[in-house]
């Protein structure tokens, strides 16, 4: 799940940021870690389970037909790679000042 690091921030594992549609942005660090910890070819891992994004500027995870992140499962459902995951994701609520209504962490305790 997209969770904050701020130390003030108590996240309700809602999973609500890892349903969204939207890109899941990763870098080529990050496309290097996910792979390793899937046991995969980073080339494959980029193939299979990235897109890039219409800006052409990064990789995005992607997502199931409903817009959950790929990652986003199991039951209760949960981050896969949660210590590992993107550092969008790691920033979310915190770093998201300008995240539109759409966007919205449904913790108050920031
Ligand atoms: S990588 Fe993990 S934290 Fe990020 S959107 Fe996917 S399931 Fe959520
Ligand atoms: S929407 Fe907020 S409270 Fe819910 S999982 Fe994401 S960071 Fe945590």
């Given amino acids: 799940m997209k969770k904050s690091d701020s130390s003030n921030f108590k996240c309700l594992r809602c999973g609500d940021c890892c349903r969204w549609h939207g890109y899941v942005r990763i870098s080529q660090d ?61 920033d979310f609520p915190g770093k998201w000042k300008n995240a539109s209504e759409k966007f919205k962490c449904r913790s108050n305790s920031e």
Avoid: H
């Fill in 30 to 90: 990050e496309a290097d870690k996910i792979a390793a910890r899937l046991g995969m070819n980073v080339l494959e891992f980029i193939d299979r389970m990235t897109i890039l994004t219409a800006d052409r500027r990064n990789l995005s995870i992607n997502e199931n037909p409903d817009g959950t992140c790929i990652f986003f499962s199991g039951d209760p459902p949960r981050c896969e790679i949660y210590d590992i995951r993107p550092a969008q994701c790691r």
